[in-house]
């Protein structure tokens, strides 16, 4: 069981360009989850994804797109990086059902540096 | 929207001391509740969480939390601390019936011999 995994480890961008960060879960869960995380201000969500099919904005969507690909597989994107996405990004999942909070379980992040 | 404070930044304490570190939370009905510890450079691992029921809530780690609904607190307590306890402490909120879940600031721990 290897749990929540995230490619790739570490990634310098520079303004402009594009990438994605992938994410997967063996645990058969639900929902799934992108969080960046910045100094002094906690995590802060970026986009969900309740179910297979479903996805919702977070807190700071503006900049990101995601694809729920399947029940495994939750893929985060940066069509035009900018330095002020310079983070730590981490996919997290949950068995979770619509409308019911549990567990969270982290990937070990991706650090982005966008110059 | 719920909100979730952690006034403390940064705490220092010595190894074998007790430990008490703070969340508040802002949310109008009782929320589901959580703590996570992040060791440099890795994700969050749950420590323990409140959902209902005793309000005292064991965790991992020998760690414990308390659920005081007249002061809107979730602390975050340990006996007598290790100095492998050193890292950093979020508190989390989501209200029942909704997945999102809100993060605290965090706290960081440092523990000296």
């Known amino acids: 069981n290897a749990g929540v995994t995230q490619t790739p480890k570490f990634q310098v961008l520079k303004t402009g360009q594009s990438m994605t960060l992938q994410c997967a879960q063996d645990?058969?869960?639900?929902?799934m989850y992108w969080y960046r995380q910045d100094p002094g201000m906690g995590l802060r969500l970026i986009y969900y994804s309740a179910s297979e099919g479903t996805t919702d904005k977070g807190e700071v969507p503006n900049g990101y797109n995601v694809s729920r690909l399947n029940k495994r597989e939750f893929s985060l994107r940066l069509e035009s990086a900018a330095p002020s996405q310079t983070s730590v990004y981490f996919c997290?999942?949950?068995?979770?059902?619509?409308?019911?909070?549990?567990?969270?379980?982290f990937g070990p992040g991706t650090r982005l540096t966008v110059l | 929207a719920q909100s979730v404070t952690q006034p403390d930044i940064h705490i220092t304490v010595s190894e074998g001391a007790s430990l008490e570190l703070r969340c508040n939370y802002s949310?109008?009905?009782?929320?589901?509740l959580f703590w996570y510890v992040q060791s440099p450079g890795q994700g969050l691992q749950l420590l323990l969480k409140y959902f209902s029921g005793d309000t005292l809530v064991q965790g991992i780690k020998g760690f414990e939390a308390e659920f005081k609904r007249s002061q809107s607190s979730f602390n975050l307590r340990k006996p007598s601390v290790h100095w492998s306890d050193a890292a950093e402490y979020f508190c989390?909120?989501?209200?029942?019936?909704?997945?999102?879940?809100?993060f605290g600031t965090g706290t960081k721990l440092q523990v000296i011999p």
């Open positions: 949310y109008g009905a009782t929320p589901y």
């Open positions: 645990m058969n869960h639900n929902s």
């Open positions: 997290a999942s949950s068995g979770s059902l619509a409308g019911v909070s549990d567990t969270q379980y």
């Open positions: 989390a909120v989501a209200p029942q019936g909704y997945q999102k879940v809100t």
